[in-house]
């Protein structure tokens, strides 16, 4: 080591004079001290802005680059700012001690900042482009990574004073500032990240920063000059105990994944991402690092495993790769294999709704990811021994395992993220070709949307090599490759399905009568009603679209993907209609049906192309409506914030142009939605989306009328009017093509119980709310399981379940709201109090509770029904106090929501105590809205329970570029 003088440390100038520094440590130690951790620092800050920046930008084969980028560019910029400093050496430590502690607040303060500013930043560069992800790494990385880079010049000057030292000086300080970040990319990568997550990892670097500043201080100042260090220490150790003590834990991570309209219900950072269920109108999303992975709503990821294991017959053995919500392997299970193995990268533990008891699985640990009822089939697996998750890379498992399976489903399919396009490459399909049996089966997702024409053949080409007797199966638009080992499909082998084991899986019943699992859950329409549910034979054929000859002349000649070449990764797609070009390719190359079922009928097989072409046209119709809700999204949220500016005092004139933004685009997202729909008549999706897009510009219309200006008030009023009919006639088109759509049939009804509460004439009134109760059977009967059955003392009520699971809605509301009409009717003859009760008992079961708000009164107005005023009083005494409680609760919470509840509850209490009053009177409290002067004694034409799906009018259309508006002249 350099021994260092007072002479060597300083120079003999003047200003100098009277300044000397009395040393417990040699400074050299001190500053090689810095420089440990200035390479400690930066590298494991670095680690952690990687996982960070997984929050702000896609995560694709560029990210590294890019970070790497800004490393290098903040050292460049750094060392040049340290070579222009004057040399000072009395200031040594105080420029290397401010440079490493400020550095470390910037890391950490940068990653504080609110996600609302980053989408502001995200809009101003740009989401999508190279130069946009460029430029939200800079933001997240540039200014710390300056200030390292000044660290290390700075501490080589303070220690070498003789050219004769500069070369064992700077190799000695490379070496441990080499050994520091090499130390901290080793800890923080394999311990401390994946154990305690990033906001405690990023205070943790930023403590040692800090603690190296004051370190460096201590020893190196003199009594003299270290007193000015004081605010420095006081301001470092300051903002440090903030954060760390008043900063909400995971504050970090957690406010960028609630960004957007979506709630999210649990969040948890993982070993590899950031883990979040988000609540997306009633439907629970799982997201890795912001990118779906699957939902509570049945999806293709389902029929992922139905269509390999009907074609492979009886799978006994089956692996899947890909847990994600677990779709495809709780489907697997429905086919009772022997075993089923699921390979999962991310702690497959963390992704169940249960606690693993220890003698079924090694690793006892509570599982956070709630919502996904992982319980109803991950449980039973490991009690029978079925069940085993496997914690690996699913290409690492597949190369060393030596099992061998019936049905290998690989379940990664977005290709644009490092290392997925791995389960893409030659080598990868002949690892999988050694783990399958003579007869197995492979099946793979080939998602269109990160693929291009040529990028798809050369997929295809790349399968087909290793596995010349393949399928091509749609399957959204993440079709399903599906390869034989055996190569079923030649000439003189059995071929791959026969009518009867097709009839076998969807047809034929349990013993008694029931459908079997398989069945039940394919009861399910990819883009259609019930006539297109995957139980149909027809339907099911439909999905098949070439076989071996046709996936040879897509394919065409050429190279394939390898392990040394991974194209895949660097594909970015150029337009919207990206998948037009390759649903036209498969259109040129599609095979008869009967390639792989020979003994069908040509009736079923003319009825199979059919489906076969709307499901190709549903790839491009889907593209069109994801599309319109990313622009309804971007459209509403500037009408939301121009809403919220002028309820704050901002002139409307000053926002205008952001509500004209708003309403341009919200306009844009129903003209995609319509497009999709002329595509595809029958896409119940886009004809649905389209009625919420309307009924939104249906509320906006009067919102932004100037009252003081008639004509602005009755233009308002027509559009209004004109956005009500088209919604409107979007739910009844839905309903018409989906009779099983309960969230359409819950919002007709909810439209027809409010306009019987207006309503003067009692045939009129008769009308609506025999509208209201066929849509609220409708919709109920759509999510109730066969097996339950709601009758009443009218049995033309009685409401049989359907167990359908295309759609999802609050389905104990509806159950409320049908038993407030049968309990609370003005109309006596529509009045049936058991009914009623038997609805309210059911949703009581749904929620897990007979204490809600909704339960309680329409519970005391069926007691009333009854004529049971004194229990009916009971009932709603008890829950006037509950519901008082919870209101004495909200009093001090000052937040918007809670006021806004607060508000909503003091209304309903009111309301309350009427019902109270009029039970104390021994009367009926029948529903609030209803004027008084209609007759209801009188008699009336309609009967509700005649009222059906056939005979409702359908509003017309209208004029598709919205009604006339009259002009009117200014008077004098």
């Not at 084969?61 to 490393?71: I, Q």
């Not at 009568?513 to 549910?533: C, E, I, M």
């Not at 599309?627 to 205008?656: C, F, P, S, W």
């Not at 509840?901 to 529903?927: C, K, P, T, V």
Request: hydrophobic residues 40%.
């Amino acid at each position: 080591m350099v021994q260092l003088d007072d002479d060597e440390y300083f120079d003999d100038d003047e200003d100098d004079e009277g300044h000397s520094l009395s040393f417990d440590v040699a400074p050299e130690k001190v500053f090689a001290f810095a420089i440990f951790v200035s390479g400690f620092a930066a590298l494991a800050n670095e680690v952690i802005w990687t996982r960070f920046l997984a929050l702000l930008v896609e995560n694709t084969v560029y990210t590294y680059t890019l970070t790497l980028m800004a490393v290098l560019l903040g050292i460049v910029i750094g060392s040049l700012l340290a070579s222009m400093l004057p040399d000072r050496p009395e200031r040594s430590a105080l420029r290397v001690g401010l440079a490493i502690g400020a550095g470390g607040l910037l890391s950490m303060g940068i990653m504080l900042i609110p996600s609302p500013y980053w989408s502001m930043i995200q809009d101003m560069v740009g989401r999508d482009s190279l130069f946009g992800q460029f430029a939200i790494v800079c933001v997240v990385m540039l200014l710390p990574m300056i200030l390292a880079g000044m660290t290390y010049p700075l501490a080589i000057r303070a220690v070498t004073h003789h050219a004769s030292h500069t070369g064992a000086n700077v190799g000695k300080m490379s070496a441990i500032n080499t050994v520091g970040a090499i130390i901290g990319s080793l800890l923080m990568g394999f311990i401390i990240l994946p154990m305690w997550g990033t906001q405690v990892s990023i205070l943790l670097t930023t403590g040692i920063s800090i603690f190296a500043a004051v370190i460096i201080w201590l020893l190196l100042e003199d009594e003299k000059t270290l007193p000015w260090r004081l605010p420095f220490i006081l301001i470092f150790a300051g903002m440090f105990v903030y954060v760390s003590r008043f900063v909400p834990q995971e504050q970090i991570v957690f406010d960028h994944l609630k960004v957007g309209t979506s709630e999210v219900v649990h969040a948890v950072e993982g070993w590899s991402g950031f883990i979040t269920v988000e609540d997306q109108g009633g439907e629970t999303v799982l997201k890795i690092n912001r990118m779906f992975q699957g939902s509570t709503r049945q999806t293709q990821q389902g029929t992922a495993a139905h269509i390999p294991a009907i074609l492979h017959g009886q799978p006994d053995e089956v692996l899947v790769i890909g847990l994600g919500a677990g779709q495809t392997a709780e489907r697997f299970l429905m086919h009772k294999p022997k075993h089923l193995d699921v390979v999962e990268i991310e702690d497959p533990m963390m992704l169940f709704d249960v606690i693993v008891d220890p003698e079924f699985h090694s690793q006892r640990r509570e599982l956070t990811i709630k919502g996904f009822n992982a319980q109803e089939w991950v449980l039973p697996g490991f009690q029978d021994g079925r069940l085993r998750v496997i914690w690996d890379d699913g290409r690492t498992y597949v190369r060393h395992a030596n099992q061998q399976y019936d049905v290998i489903s690989v379940e990664v399919g977005q290709v644009f993220r490092p290392g997925v396009s791995a389960f893409y490459t030659r080598e990868f399909y002949r690892d999988v070709k050694e783990r399958l049996k003579d007869d197995g089966v492979v099946s793979q997702f080939l998602p269109l949307e990160f693929l291009g024409k040529e990028q798809f053949a050369k997929a295809v080409r790349t399968f087909i090599r290793e596995f010349p007797d393949s399928q091509l199966w749609y399957n959204t638009s993440e079709l399903l490759m599906i390869g034989s080992k055996s190569q079923r499909g030649v000439e003189g082998k059995q071929p791959w399905l026969t009518t009867g084991r097709l009839g076998k899986a969807l047809l034929t019943r349990n013993p008694d009568g029931s459908r079997t699992a398989v069945q039940k859950d394919l009861v399910f329409s990819y883009w259609g009603g019930y006539r297109n549910h995957l139980t149909n034979p027809d339907v099911f054929l439909g999905g098949f679209l070439m076989g071996s000859k046709g996936l040879a002349d897509l394919a065409g000649e050429g190279g394939v993907y390898t392990d040394d070449h991974p194209e895949l990764e660097y594909f970015r797609r150029e337009n919207l209609d990206y998948h037009r070009p390759v649903v036209e390719l498969l259109r040129d190359n599609l095979d008869d049906v009967t390639t792989i079922i020979p003994k069908i009928s040509d009736g079923s097989a003319g009825s199979a192309h059919v489906i076969r072409e709307k499901n190709l046209n549903h790839i491009i119709a889907k593209q069109f409506t994801d599309t319109a809700r990313q622009i309804y999204i971007a459209g509403d949220t500037n009408i939301n914030m121009a809403m919220q500016a002028i309820a704050l005092g901002e002139d409307k004139n000053v926002v205008q142009p952001q509500i004209d933004v708003g309403m341009r685009l919200l306009k844009e997202s129903i003209a995609y939605m319509k497009y999709a729909e002329n595509l595809l008549p029958e896409f119940t999706e886009a004809t649905f989306n389209r009625s919420a897009m309307l009924e939104r510009l249906q509320q906006l219309a009067p919102q932004f009328a100037d009252p003081s200006i008639e004509v602005e008030v009755i233009s308002a009023a027509i559009l209004a009017q004109h956005y009500d009919e088209e919604t409107r006639a979007c739910l009844l088109k839905t309903v018409q093509i989906d009779p099983d759509h309960n969230l359409a049939h819950n919002k007709l009804a909810t439209r027809w119980h409010m306009e019987a509460g207006t309503t003067g004439n009692k045939d009129e009134y008769m009308f609506a709310i025999s509208n209201a109760i066929l849509h609220y059977r409708n919709g109920i009967a759509a999510f109730l399981p066969e097996n339950i059955e709601i009758k009443g003392s009218n049995p033309n009520l009685t409401i049989n379940g359907r167990d359908v699971k295309d759609t999802v809605d609050d389905e104990a509301t509806s159950l409320h709201r049908l038993a407030m009409i049968l309990s609370m009717s003005p109309d006596e003859g529509l009045r049936d109090p058991v009914m009623a009760r038997n609805l309210i008992d059911i949703a009581a079961k749904i929620e897990g509770t007979d204490e809600s708000f909704n339960h309680g009164f329409i519970s005391a107005a069926v007691h009333a029904a009854e004529g049971n005023f004194e229990q009916a009083r009971r009932v709603l005494t008890q829950f006037g106090l509950r519901m008082n409680d919870a209101m004495n609760q909200l009093q001090s919470d000052t937040s918007n929501a809670a006021q806004q509840q607060l508000e909503q509850m003091n209304r309903m209490y009111d309301g309350i105590q009427a019902q109270l009053a009029a039970y104390e009177r021994n009367e009926l409290h029948l529903q609030a809205g209803m004027t008084t002067n209609v007759d209801f004694n009188a008699a009336s034409e309609i009967d509700p329970t005649e009222i059906n799906l056939d005979n409702i009018p359908i509003v017309p259309q209208g004029n598709q570029n919205g009604p006339v508006v009259p002009q009117t002249t200014p008077q004098n």
